[in-house]
């Protein structure tokens, strides 16, 4: 990743989807010296048991905002239910913070997602980032996570990336960012373990020849002329 200071925006559903889905890749961001935005659309835990507590999965997620640098944003959709919210208020929640932090590049979840939230984020961010004329969102990623990406049927909507970034040197600190949420973590053989979140790294390092990798689908990229046309 080359060193350009961007605005970069992460929409994701719930506290741990960031780090799950490209916590190493937020921490190269970090490193560079980018203006990094976290917005999480939920809390993750209303669709739980009772004993679960919303507050303290967000006091996690400011935990990672702080380590990333980043400032979080929080909204309270209700979990695992963003089917029963009309689509146009969490598009305008989104669009309300792409206008307070103007990010020139955009993560999100994949749009076929086993969990209903993500795909409806996914949707909900491709809508407010519809590119009018001037709009500052030049790049849309889509990134992958685990027990939900990988759990949903296979047909032509499965997550397949095209834009790999080399984690090589930071995938120990994404596995001490995900210790903040080491309640969501789980015994291997499940993917959402340490275990399964290094198996993925080195997986899709060897598609590209490197030793770890974190992979995302570019959903849009607009390469912006530099010169003002002449009239």
């Avoid at 303290?56 to 935990?63: E, I, P, V």
């Avoid at 903040?180 to 499940?190: D, W």
């Amino acid at each position: 990743m080359k060193k350009i200071n961007r605005k970069i925006l992460v929409v994701a559903a719930h506290p741990d989807d960031e780090v799950l889905g490209m916590g190493a890749t937020l921490c190269a961001h970090r490193d560079l010296g980018d203006k990094i935005s976290i917005l999480l659309l939920a809390n993750g835990e209303d669709s739980r048991d009772k004993t679960n507590d919303p507050k303290k999965r967000f006091g996690q997620a400011k935990a990672v905002a702080k380590r990333l640098r980043a400032k979080l944003y929080l909204e309270d959709f209700p979990d695992n239910q963003f089917d029963a919210v009309p689509l146009l208020i969490i598009a305008k929640a989104i669009e309300k913070i792409i206008s307070k932090v103007q990010p020139d590049l955009v993560y999100t979840h994949h749009i076929d997602d086993l969990n209903v939230d993500h795909r409806i984020s996914c949707q909900a961010v491709l809508t407010a980032c519809r590119p009018q004329p001037k709009f500052c969102v030049s790049e849309i990623l889509s990134f992958e996570v685990l027990s939900s990406t990988e759990w949903q049927k296979r047909d032509y909507r499965s997550f397949m990336p095209n834009h790999y970034v080399d984690v090589s040197t930071l995938i120990a600190e994404k596995k001490i960012l995900m210790g903040h949420y080491a309640h969501e973590l789980r015994k291997y053989p499940h993917p959402r373990s340490l275990e399964g979140i290094d198996i993925l790294a080195k997986y899709r390092g060897i598609e590209v020849g490197l030793p770890w990798a974190e992979a995302f689908h570019i959903i849009r990229k607009i390469i912006r002329s530099k010169n003002k046309r002449k009239r």
